[in-house]
């Protein structure tokens, strides 16, 4: 199934409601990582609304994209974005992170429909979309993978043997993303482990490189478009993001890394969302 | 052994901190005495401490990023040159992500460096089962020269970092997120927690529970149910040191009791219950319970209802006791 098309109104619409929810479900399970969270929702609202072909009454169909969050601790985003597709009833975001949850702290496929990973130890998503795009190709299957990196996670060696084999194998039918929110949980990214000049790296591997404003949905979709028309190289894309992004005390704070503020703070923050 | 009188009062009402501040401040301390201690982390440095030995010494610590593999390597090299190198970062990914480096260019070589993993077991709670470590002691015990250690609370911690720093070789100790109950003062940590020898908290006839780590504590709690509900005498051994383990003190109370209880926040396969049984099995074969996550992984939760639902618990450690007994008396 296509999902039908949004204006681009209203996937903004979408984005404010998906960081209320976000931000209520963190409350509510009193841990987790907002700023990660709330810096790539334009991109996930992207993809789960215009850019890829699936379908939430059935998650397990073989021809549809699928989208791999390797950063997992992000899962509140996923949670959110999937929820409001139908993939399970919207209450369930209540009881993340809580004994006997299908939503667990880090995504967990066999417990969560949609969920495509069992992630949480950063590194290693985009190998495994390498293995189901391969698998792709051998089928004659035209589905496609989609791969969302933190920045930090570009310090793990796996990355770069993932990214030299994506480009070994020509793998156009994977599209990686990286959440260019300059932090991790140490501190900033530039200061604890340089990963700049980002774009030259990728494009040293043979990737096909587009940077993008992860707020500009006109760009981020182009952007999305054009690595479907690239032929024999996979596609990253670079989107340029501000950790914490729409809650002004948590906007390149590392400190909101993995802090959850509380539930009355949250309401009164829900409220100024733009 | 340290008396029950003396141990008597912490069951009432513990004093709590965590390991993780005990470890960090420990380093601190450590790197006035010891000029070669460095310090290695990967992003997870303010979370378990070390950042403490980072303020103080930032000429002797290094963040590698999040990139465990070259965390552990990293520091392999810096002993190698002479320095005595500590590397962390949560169990799940260090050893998790790097038992290759830890056997090849830190344990075959017998490298002077010492991985401490924070956050294992289920006590790591919300984060949920791709963050809880159980399978770190069965890893890092099946390799030659590695030595193995698990304090039972933020004192032995502090006192086992001291005994890592100060001996020569490869060491893994892993330790818990979760603030815990205090058991040792500094003065009983120094004068009993000894390394390769176990440390007897409580004598016993009729069961001997082993435990290490958080079930220490437990372990504490189920013999004094077991003495006061069913007039049992139960020894408890605090099992830091799971390699080399202390076979001759294992076989001793196995022969005293005939009843054997491990107790550990691990899977029950290879970790410290796998090290009791092999030892016993070939010694003094002894009915034995092991109370352990059974072969599974945990989930997300609060430490507590974890706990509980995974039956690692003081209440569970003393119905194996009474079911072990059962069973022997068949
Ligand atoms: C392999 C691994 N090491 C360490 C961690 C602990 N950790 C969780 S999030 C995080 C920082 C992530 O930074 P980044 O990838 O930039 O994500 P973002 O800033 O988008 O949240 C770390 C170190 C982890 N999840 N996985």
């Given at each position: 199934m296509i999902q039908s098309k949004k204006s681009i109104d209203e996937l903004k619409e979408i984005s404010k409601n998906t960081r209320r929810l976000i931000l209520e479900t963190l409350a509510e399970a009193k841990s987790g990582h907002p700023g990660g969270s709330l810096s790539a929702v334009e991109l996930l609202v992207a993809l789960y609304y215009v850019v890829m072909r699936h379908d939430p009454k059935n998650?397990?169909?073989?021809g549809r994209d699928r989208f791999i969050l390797s950063k997992g601790h992000a899962a509140p985003l996923l949670y959110s974005v999937l929820a409001q597709q139908g993939y399970f009833p919207i209450d369930q975001l209540k009881t993340l992170r809580k004994i006997n949850s299908m939503l667990q702290g880090h995504p967990d496929t066999k417990k969560t429909p949609g969920v495509e990973m069992c992630a949480?130890?950063?590194?290693v998503g985009l190998s495994v979309a390498i293995g189901e795009a391969l698998a792709g190709k051998m089928d004659k299957k035209d589905y496609r993978l989609y791969v969302m990196m933190g920045d930090g996670e570009m310090e793990e060696g796996q990355i770069w043997e993932a990214a030299m084999c994506a480009s070994k194998y020509r793998l156009d039918n994977i599209t990686a993303i990286v959440d260019r929110n300059g932090i991790q949980q140490d501190g900033l990214t530039e200061q604890i482990m340089p990963i700049e000049p980002l774009s030259a790296k990728w494009k040293a591997f043979n990737w096909n490189v587009i940077e993008v404003d992860g707020y500009d949905f006109e760009q981020i979709l182009r952007a999305f478009e054009k690595a479907k028309q690239i032929r024999n190289k996979p596609t990253v894309i670079i989107a340029h993001t501000t950790k914490g992004k729409g809650v002004e005390f948590m906007e390149?704070?590392?400190?909101y890394h993995g802090k959850v503020p509380d539930k009355k703070t949250v309401e009164s923050i829900v409220k100024q969302l733009k | 052994m340290l008396s029950v009188d003396e141990m008597g009062h912490i069951l009432e009402k513990p004093k709590m901190s965590s390991m993780r501040d005990a470890y960090g401040e420990t380093l601190a301390r450590l790197g006035e005495e010891i000029k070669e201690l460095v310090v290695v982390g990967a992003d997870t440095t303010g979370s378990i401490k070390t950042s403490i030995f980072g303020e103080k010494f930032p000429e002797r610590f290094f963040n590698v990023g999040i990139a465990e593999q070259n965390l552990v390597s990293v520091a392999a090299g810096l002993a190698m040159a002479g320095k005595v190198a500590f590397a962390s970062t949560y169990a799940v990914f260090a050893p998790g992500k790097c038992v290759d480096q830890m056997r090849n260019a830190i344990a075959y070589p017998e490298v002077n460096m010492k991985l401490v993993a924070s956050h294992a077991g289920i006590s790591v709670g919300p984060d949920g089962a791709s963050h809880q470590e159980l399978e770190d002691l069965a890893t890092m015990r099946a390799i030659p020269n590695m030595k193995v250690v698990v304090p039972s609370d933020p004192t032995s911690t502090a006192r086992l970092v001291e005994i890592l720093a100060r001996t020569r070789g490869p060491f893994y100790m892993r330790i818990a997120r979760p603030n815990c109950p205090i058991i040792y003062t500094p003065e009983q940590a120094t004068k009993?927690?000894?390394?390769g020898k176990v440390t007897v908290l409580r004598e016993g006839s009729d069961a001997s529970i082993l435990a290490c780590g958080l079930l220490v504590y437990e372990a504490l709690l189920a013999a004094k149910k077991l003495a006061s509900e069913d007039s049992l005498s139960v020894a408890v051994y605090d099992m830091h040191t799971i390699k080399p383990l202390d076979a001759d003190a294992v076989v001793k109370t196995a022969k005293a009791t005939g009843a054997v209880v491990t107790a550990e926040e691990h899977n029950i396969m290879g970790g410290l219950g796998g090290a009791v049984a092999e030892v016993l099995s070939e010694r003094y074969p002894v009915m034995m319970r092991r109370v352990g996550t059974m072969d599974t992984f945990g989930e997300s939760g609060e430490q507590a209802e974890l706990m509980v639902k995974y039956g690692l618990t003081a209440n569970n450690i003393a119905n194996r006791v009474l079911e072990l007994r059962g069973a022997n008396q068949r």
């Amino acid at each position: 199934m296509i999902q039908s098309k949004k204006s681009i109104d209203e996937l903004k619409e979408i984005s404010k409601n998906t960081r209320r929810l976000i931000l209520e479900t963190l409350a509510e399970a009193k841990s987790g990582h907002p700023g990660g969270s709330l810096s790539a929702v334009e991109l996930l609202v992207a993809l789960y609304y215009v850019v890829m072909r699936h379908d939430p009454k059935n998650p397990q169909w073989l021809g549809r994209d699928r989208f791999i969050l390797s950063k997992g601790h992000a899962a509140p985003l996923l949670y959110s974005v999937l929820a409001q597709q139908g993939y399970f009833p919207i209450d369930q975001l209540k009881t993340l992170r809580k004994i006997n949850s299908m939503l667990q702290g880090h995504p967990d496929t066999k417990k969560t429909p949609g969920v495509e990973m069992c992630a949480g130890s950063e590194g290693v998503g985009l190998s495994v979309a390498i293995g189901e795009a391969l698998a792709g190709k051998m089928d004659k299957k035209d589905y496609r993978l989609y791969v969302m990196m933190g920045d930090g996670e570009m310090e793990e060696g796996q990355i770069w043997e993932a990214a030299m084999c994506a480009s070994k194998y020509r793998l156009d039918n994977i599209t990686a993303i990286v959440d260019r929110n300059g932090i991790q949980q140490d501190g900033l990214t530039e200061q604890i482990m340089p990963i700049e000049p980002l774009s030259a790296k990728w494009k040293a591997f043979n990737w096909n490189v587009i940077e993008v404003d992860g707020y500009d949905f006109e760009q981020i979709l182009r952007a999305f478009e054009k690595a479907k028309q690239i032929r024999n190289k996979p596609t990253v894309i670079i989107a340029h993001t501000t950790k914490g992004k729409g809650v002004e005390f948590m906007e390149w704070s590392p400190e909101y890394h993995g802090k959850v503020p509380d539930k009355k703070t949250v309401e009164s923050i829900v409220k100024q969302l733009k | 052994m340290l008396s029950v009188d003396e141990m008597g009062h912490i069951l009432e009402k513990p004093k709590m901190s965590s390991m993780r501040d005990a470890y960090g401040e420990t380093l601190a301390r450590l790197g006035e005495e010891i000029k070669e201690l460095v310090v290695v982390g990967a992003d997870t440095t303010g979370s378990i401490k070390t950042s403490i030995f980072g303020e103080k010494f930032p000429e002797r610590f290094f963040n590698v990023g999040i990139a465990e593999q070259n965390l552990v390597s990293v520091a392999a090299g810096l002993a190698m040159a002479g320095k005595v190198a500590f590397a962390s970062t949560y169990a799940v990914f260090a050893p998790g992500k790097c038992v290759d480096q830890m056997r090849n260019a830190i344990a075959y070589p017998e490298v002077n460096m010492k991985l401490v993993a924070s956050h294992a077991g289920i006590s790591v709670g919300p984060d949920g089962a791709s963050h809880q470590e159980l399978e770190d002691l069965a890893t890092m015990r099946a390799i030659p020269n590695m030595k193995v250690v698990v304090p039972s609370d933020p004192t032995s911690t502090a006192r086992l970092v001291e005994i890592l720093a100060r001996t020569r070789g490869p060491f893994y100790m892993r330790i818990a997120r979760p603030n815990c109950p205090i058991i040792y003062t500094p003065e009983q940590a120094t004068k009993n927690i000894n390394l390769g020898k176990v440390t007897v908290l409580r004598e016993g006839s009729d069961a001997s529970i082993l435990a290490c780590g958080l079930l220490v504590y437990e372990a504490l709690l189920a013999a004094k149910k077991l003495a006061s509900e069913d007039s049992l005498s139960v020894a408890v051994y605090d099992m830091h040191t799971i390699k080399p383990l202390d076979a001759d003190a294992v076989v001793k109370t196995a022969k005293a009791t005939g009843a054997v209880v491990t107790a550990e926040e691990h899977n029950i396969m290879g970790g410290l219950g796998g090290a009791v049984a092999e030892v016993l099995s070939e010694r003094y074969p002894v009915m034995m319970r092991r109370v352990g996550t059974m072969d599974t992984f945990g989930e997300s939760g609060e430490q507590a209802e974890l706990m509980v639902k995974y039956g690692l618990t003081a209440n569970n450690i003393a119905n194996r006791v009474l079911e072990l007994r059962g069973a022997n008396q068949r």
